[in-house]
């Protein structure tokens, strides 16, 4: 474990992973419940697409200052305070009586989702680089957060009405707060940078591979968001079945993409992040094609979680690379790399729900999803081939 005592490195990675779930649950409350808020308040198509998008857009834009906070003041200060920012905001989603309001609720909820960038800096610094694929792999088990609120948020709906499915998270998020803060510390080989954004962001036009990263994760952690967001109203509109089975099904989907995150930092430490994402990109064009042509539930069942697989694997690899080629921009990289996933997780939801407004089928969203993959497929091939541009 060389500079780092192990018990340390532990103790951050199991607190870490806990802040990023609790967030993650709070990102993730709006869309179970987007079907009945759709009948509460008779929404189209479109706009529930919105809704569900609206969260992740700040929680993608959001990652950018907090990584450069966690680059300046490190995790231990960062990570308790957004966790106390959270508590105002929940409590405005269950007051919620508008779509309007609802839907402002729903975009400051999205700064839980810059948790994300957070916990990367604050992780990778406890571990060697040869483990910092699998520990950052294990981090993002945190992804699974959005499978509790699944889970739980139409469940509570259902049994005590829909605003404890918010307020239920207030006295969780300030206890943790606190137990973080009062247990948790930096790494020793944390080092503040106190340079200023802009010599910061320099490194994207001095490190163009920054870019190649952007991409990426746009593509794999973008997919794997949008799938998930609209996964249970595809469910319960083409499939027929109930609030409560879609979500289960969609609880699947996102544990499954979650689990298998460890397993693409551990397969990047061994074979390297280029040739993992190189069998990534390849598997989610076979999948995005299958679905297109709108199966029945054993096909999509196997094209939703072979996609999940491919995916999960594939957020795994893409930050394995980031530490490795960015060791002293950590923070600020993960910001940028995961406002990208982010983003790419808030126009898919809108794109599906207007093309199946249009054409009264799916087919070509995934069709879309399959060209993008195929084009990162190529970008890789071609850096790979380039390996002086990592």
């Not at 948020?153 to 307020?167: N, S």
């Not at 606190?178 to 510390?185: D, E, I, M, N």
């Not at 499939?239 to 990047?268: E, K, M």
Request: proline letters at 5%.
């Amino acid at each position: 474990m060389d500079h780092h005592d192990s018990r340390g490195s532990l103790w951050a990675l199991l607190l870490g992973t806990l802040a990023f779930t609790l967030c993650f649950s709070v990102w993730g409350l709006i869309s179970p419940l987007a079907p009945m808020f759709r009948q509460q308040y008779g929404l189209s198509t479109t706009e529930v697409g919105l809704l569900v998008a609206t969260p992740v857009i700040l929680g993608a834009l959001f990652r950018i200052p907090a990584g450069m906070l966690t680059d300046r003041f490190g995790g231990r200060i960062v990570f308790p305070a957004l966790m106390l920012l959270l508590v105002p905001t929940v409590a405005l989603a269950a007051l919620s009586q508008s779509f309007g309001m609802l839907l402002v609720a729903a975009l400051l909820l999205g700064m839980s989702g810059a948790s994300f960038a957070v916990g990367i800096p604050y992780v990778a610094q406890w571990f060697s680089p040869s483990r910092q694929g699998f520990a950052l792999g294990v981090y993002g088990i945190g992804n699974i957060g959005t499978a509790f609120a699944a889970i739980i948020a139409p469940r509570l709906a259902a049994g005590v009405g829909w605003t404890w499915a918010f307020w239920i998270w207030v006295p969780v998020l300030v206890a943790l707060a606190a137990g973080f803060y009062v247990t948790g510390r930096d790494s020793p080989a944390f080092t503040p940078r106190t340079d200023g954004v802009k010599d910061r962001l320099r490194l994207l036009w001095d490190r163009p591979v920054s870019w190649v990263l952007i991409l990426f994760y746009f593509v794999t952690f973008g997919g794997f968001v949008a799938m998930g967001a609209f996964l249970p109203t595809l469910l319960v509109s083409e499939y027929g079945l109930t609030q409560t089975d879609a979500g289960a099904r969609t609880a699947g989907f996102v544990v499954l993409a979650t689990l298998v995150r460890p397993i693409g930092g551990y397969l990047s430490d061994w074979k390297g992040g280029r040739a993992v994402l190189t069998g990534v990109f390849t598997a989610v064009a076979f999948f995005a094609v299958l679905l297109a042509f709108q199966p029945g539930m054993a096909g999509i069942t196997i094209g939703f979680l072979g996609a999940a697989a491919a995916l999960g694997v594939g957020n795994g690899a893409v930050f394995k690379l980031v530490p490795e080629l960015f060791p002293a921009e950590t923070g600020t990289v993960a910001g940028l790399v995961g406002a990208a996933g982010g983003l790419g997780g808030f126009f898919p939801p809108i794109v599906m729900g207007a093309v199946h407004d249009i054409t009264g089928s799916y087919a070509i969203a995934f069709m879309l999803l399959s060209e993008c993959s195929l084009g990162c497929l190529i970008i890789n091939l071609i850096a790979l081939g380039r390996r002086e541009a990592y």
